[in-house]
């Protein structure tokens, strides 16, 4: 090779190599400047998160110790503090058809596990634990797991058988007011009762430290229910319901409605238990607002004579016949018609007083409107709606038929009748001394005063008398109304509402007693009878001794209201 073409392969190799380098230079030139403009744009990003923080959203919040140990939901409590649902971390049953990968999810086949679940559970269904198990889909299979049941499933050695931590709700007397509690779902929101009305207070970081009070006392409330079910099972009644209330505030110490359910199962919580009978379902409540019309003619001045006779012969009215269970004499005066429960005379009274006037009572009772009451389940009335009552309309309301209300109506209308003539709302929130809302004026005092000598004559010589406490002042009224059939039609004979409407002690109301059973039957236990005297009296009778003492209500045989000017008005007792 001569020294030319030396030379020029020489610089052939050196334009070559400085090919390579100038192309090696501009990748890394491009791929830093790739790299800087994503260090770019993450900075960027960060930059515009730092002022979405500061302006957009607000800024992360503190969390103390005392926070992180609040309850998931706040408690809810009795009068006294006794904790009637609280929030608590708990274990459930969930199925994991994942847990080994592809493949059979279970060891063992899905017919012996679910019966060595249905060992766990006893009121586990086998079937549908067998068919959930079978369908290979992922879901709880139970809520609610104890440890010691979590204990004997691992033990089982399923991997697919898991058991999620999560936040439950636990109700410490089980079903004991229930329909006043109600229950939290699986969505984590309270549902028909407290619960419900509550729901945002429970769940609120700020407010759920503090428990939320109810006027229940669950002393009263055990007690009430234990009566009525007792009462419900001697006559093999369908249902029971019942309210315990304060006649000067208002305040509801016991609200019972039976058949219950237990609010841990809401699951098991089917419509037919969960409807309260208390606040919900409407009633003719018969011969209960008898005492009402006497109480308003008393009061407009249409009675202002005791001792007046009323014929008691049937009455006769647009083809429709007004009688009484029984021949109770010739002529009755308004105390005896009272003792005696007469439909006739109080249709007379009735008559005389006027139907505006006891149109105006029943409204000033709050008869045409749902209840006042916290709930949200509250049944409304069916009031005669005419503009101006027919005289028929007035005589039957009289005495109980042609309008419905719940018995909470009829505990606060009686609540009205012997605490001085003042209606108020009733209420499930405790209130403190001095904040009882003022109500309304229904009846004057002096009224006030007269019904509640004649309520304790009721309980001393009438039909009420197996309500007559020893000791402890009892006055109150029976009512037994035939059931509707269904869609307002003919009257049921062999389907009676037994109510018993109470306060004590008469010579200083402090509670209204409803006590309701619904269609009991002439059991040797009621003596054969239907009607309240023998049935739901005897629940009131039983149920004051046993509250008394714990509301400060002794028993005292040496105290009772005066009946000296009344007495000379009825020179026998009665009786249903």
């Not at 608590?88 to 679940?117: D, I, M, R």
Request: contains cysteine; glycine residues 8%.
């Amino acid at each position: 090779m001569n020294a030319l073409t030396y030379s020029t392969a020489l610089a052939s190799g050196r334009v070559q190599l400085a090919n390579v380098r100038q192309r090696s230079l501009l990748v890394a030139q491009v791929r830093l400047l790739v790299v800087l403009l994503l260090f770019a744009l993450a900075a960027v990003a960060c930059v515009m998160r730092i002022v979405m923080l500061g302006v957009v959203e607000p800024a992360p919040r503190s969390s103390s110790l005392y926070e992180a140990l609040l309850p998931s939901r706040g408690e809810i409590v009795d009068r006294n503090g006794v904790a009637l649902a609280r929030a608590f971390p708990a274990y459930a049953l969930w199925y994991n058809p994942q847990a080994l990968g592809s493949g059979t999810p279970l060891v063992k086949s899905p017919g012996e596990v679910a019966h060595a679940l249905a060992l766990v559970f006893p009121d586990a269904d086998e079937a549908d634990l067998l068919r959930r198990l079978k369908a290979g889909k992922p879901g709880y299979l139970h809520r609610r797991v104890l440890p010691e049941q979590a204990n004997r499933i691992h033990a089982l050695g399923e991997p697919a058988l898991e058991f999620p931590r999560e936040p439950d709700r636990f109700y410490p007397q089980g079903s004991l007011a229930a329909h006043v509690l109600g229950f939290v779902a699986a969505d984590g929101h309270g549902r028909v009762g407290m619960e419900q009305v509550f729901d945002k207070q429970l769940t609120d970081p700020a407010l759920r430290a503090r428990p939320e009070m109810l006027s229940l006392d669950m002393r009263v409330q055990g007690a009430l229910e234990d009566e009525l079910s007792r009462g419900m099972l001697e006559t093999d009644a369908i249902g029971a319901a019942g309210v315990v209330l304060d006649v000067d505030s208002g305040e509801i110490l016991a609200l019972a409605s039976l058949p219950s359910f237990n609010p841990n199962r809401p699951d098991q919580a089917v419509n037919r238990l969960v409807f309260n009978k208390v606040t919900n379902q409407v009633y003719e409540l018969g011969s209960t607002f008898k005492p009402i019309t006497v109480a308003a003619a008393i009061d407009a001045g249409t009675i202002t004579n005791l001792a007046k006779r009323y014929s008691a012969a049937p009455i006769q009215i647009d083809g429709f016949t007004i009688k009484d269970s029984h021949n109770m004499g010739a002529s009755l005066n308004a105390p005896e018609a009272l003792i005696h429960s007469s439909n006739i005379v109080t249709a007379h009274i009735a008559d005389e007083l006027g139907a505006d006037r006891l149109k105006a009572t029943m409204i000033a009772l709050g008869m045409n409107e749902r209840p006042y009451l916290e709930l949200p389940g509250r049944g409304f009335p069916l009031f005669p709606r005419d503009p101006k009552w027919a005289r028929i309309t007035n005589m039957t309301v009289s005495y109980g038929h042609g309008i419905a209300v719940t018995p909470l109506h009829l505990a606060s209308a009686y609540a009205a009748l012997v605490n001085g003539g003042i209606w108020r709302p009733a209420t499930l929130q405790m209130l403190e001394p001095g904040q009882a809302p003022r109500g309304r004026r229904v009846f004057k005092a002096s009224t006030s005063a007269r019904m509640r000598q004649l309520l304790r004559m009721i309980a001393v010589y009438g039909t009420g008398r197996k309500a007559n406490a020893a000791g402890f002042r009892v006055g109150g009224k029976t009512g037994s109304a035939e059931k509707p059939g269904a869609n307002g039609g003919a009257y049921k004979k062999n389907a009676v509402v037994a109510t018993f409407a109470a306060a004590f002690p008469m010579d200083r109301p402090r509670y209204v007693i409803i006590a309701m059973l619904d269609e009991p039957k002439g059991t040797a236990a009621a003596s054969g009878q239907r009607t309240a005297a023998w049935n739901a009296a005897p629940v009131v009778g039983r149920v004051v001794p046993r509250i008394g003492p714990l509301l400060g209500v002794v028993p005292d045989d040496s105290r009772d209201i005066d009946l000296t000017d009344l007495a000379p008005l009825i020179p026998h007792g009665g009786g249903e």
